[in-house]
């Protein structure tokens, strides 16, 4: 994994500023430690950092390639291929390689298939290639949207990079927000409308979107989409297909030429994928190694709750004995929270989910110290059914988006100025019915299956990307690679249009993929109610946001430019408990996301227009 960046112009020559390039380069070197690179043409800079997994002399960017007419190309590349041995066979046929690097297969398909080529990837990425003679270049991301690719489009030119504060770094990019960029701060944070960086003027490349950048401007268009289509396939069908799409994806994303590791928490998503990892490291006579974090005095301080019935620790246990890993726990307490905090907003380049942000950015720390591959459970839930939205009927059958349902009480919040300006019922409601309408459906579709296509295209569209934003901005400020099996947009295609009667197998959140997996776990854990991200349950943490918040609002802050002031002191008083974003973050957490706002706005020196 890397970091990537650049800038092309047919109007100006990109070599003036080397300054700008050095600048965002340098905000990229947690993302990419390993290695640098950066080459200038007239039209175009491209930039890269390198955090390097596959062939690690071999893969140096950026990289440039000619094909047997003689016409160059250079790439920039962050990611991953799972099918990089199918593709360099199939490509050997025209063109030859010099490397062992996914990142050549990528350039080379590009070559020989132009814009097609991302039909036949399977992995997670974010590009540009440079092709000089038709003055153009051209960008695309994974289809799942894993790996992150921003861009600002001025009038003579085009900038991108694979994070906020990498882009920000350009002088041309205004750092203000307007009144778009204040709703999606006050009104959908953590989460983002697709597509938009916050920042004005600044976008993201969708999910499964890619297009050129050339005299005429940028151009895009989605390559892929979830397509409706009739399941054909009988129940224990369908059950050995899932084994085997889940087994095959976890199994690809092993290959590394460095050591890999997983995430463990004890949940059905990371122990299934530990188990299998475990048993192909073994094959290899080799151990694999385990992560999971807890919290001081957690034990002490739990209380069971219809999310959380119990705590992750003796399921921990209980794998790290069936896998025979070599398991590592990393116990956060309070004060450190507290200082990771901020660093997770500028590892994010945004305000997020507060101390689930930051005692993820604190794991993926501590496993660095041990390896540099990490494979994570991450977005399961939304593909196979297992959040309480999709079963709670009543919470399934509310207009709006499940797990953010607080509007009214957010609004609260905006300062008036801006209060005037913004319609926050409308603005949460036209995203939320513009992604519902979208989920393709089939004519026969009971009512049923429909809102389910709906859950799924609003989860996929929405809540996945918040925590896919989450864990590659946490994880590659540590300089970490976390893939994540259940992305596979193999086992997305297929489980878009599996029946709910069978995802919903036994009653059961997650039963299809429960029963396909039968046999790679202990019945306890194969069997275990649905637990959300652990996060601390004491209240230290709640006296601690409290008296930080304070101290910001005891001195001038432009904190108070965006907020009303005294929303935030009847917040301090704690006098109600609203959830801000779903069971994720209550009270202690809506306190820590205006820290995390505050320190954003100064850290960037963000305008409010």
Known sequence: MCGIAGAVSFMSDMREDMKAYELMQRAMLRRGPDQKGMIMYT???????????????????????????????????????????????????????????DTEVVLKGYMKWGAECVSHFNGIFAFAVYDPAYHRVFLARDRIGVKPLFFYEAPDRLIFASELPALLEHYAIPHEIDAQG????????????????????????RPGECGYYSAQGLRLH???????????????????????????????????????????SGGLDSSLISSVAAAELKKQGRQLSTFSVDYKDNDRYFKSSHFQP?????????????????????????????????????????????DVDASLLLLCREIKKHGT????????????????????????????????????????????????????????????RSTADSAERLPGDSPLELRMREMTRLNFDWFMQTLLDRKDRMSMYSGLEVRVPFCDYRIAEYMYNVPWAYKDWQGREKGLLREA???????????????????????????????????????????????????????????????WYGQLMNLPQTIAFFIQLEHWLRRFSVRLV
């Open 43 to 101: 039209e175009a800079a491209l930039i890269h950092t390198r955090l390097a997994v596959i062939d690690i002399n071999g893969g140096r960017q950026p990289m440039t390639a000619a094909d047997p007419d003689g016409r160059q190309y250079t790439i920039v590349y962050n990611g991953e291929l799972y099918n990089t041995g199918e593709l360099r066979n199939e490509l050997s046929a025209e063109y030859s390689f010099d490397t062992h690097s």
């Open 182 to 205: 204040v709703a999606e701060l006050m009104l959908i944070a953590p989460g983002r409308t697709p597509g938009c960086g916050v920042i004005r003027g600044v976008k993201e490349l």
């Open 222 to 264: 989605r390559y892929w989409e979830l397509h409706a289509a009739e399941h054909t396939e009988s129940f224990e069908e369908t059950v050995s297909h899932v084994r085997e799409l889940v087994t095959d994806s976890v199994r690809r994303q092993l290959v590394s030429d460095v050591p890999v590791c997983t995430f463990l």
């Open 310 to 354: 119990d705590s992750d620790n003796a399921y921990i246990r209980k794998m790290e004995e069936y896998l025979g890993s070599d398991h590592h726990w990393l116990v956060a307490d309070v004060p450190q929270l507290m200082d990771a905090l901020t660093e997770a907003a500028d590892a994010r380049g945004l305000p997020g989910m507060a």
């Open 373 to 432: 591959v990490a494979l994570s459970g991450e977005c399961a839930d939304e593909i196979f059914g297992g959040y309480p939205w999709y079963r709670d009927k009543d919470i399934r059958e509310t207009d709006g988006f499940p797990w953010a349902q607080s509007t009214a009480y957010r609004k609260r919040f905006i300062c008036r100025e801006y209060a005037d300006s913004i319609d926050a019922d409308e603005y949460v409601y036209s995203r939320y």
């Open 517 to 579: 997996m039968k046999g790679w776990l202990p019945d306890e854990v194969l069997w275990r109610k649905k637990s959300p991200y652990p996060k601390t349950h004491d209240p230290a943490f709640l006296d601690a946001v409290t008296e930080r918040l304070r101290e910001i609002l005891s001195q001038p802050t432009p904190l108070t430019d965006l907020v009303r002031r005294e929303e935030l002191e009847r917040l301090l008083r704690h006098e109600e408990h609203i959830q």
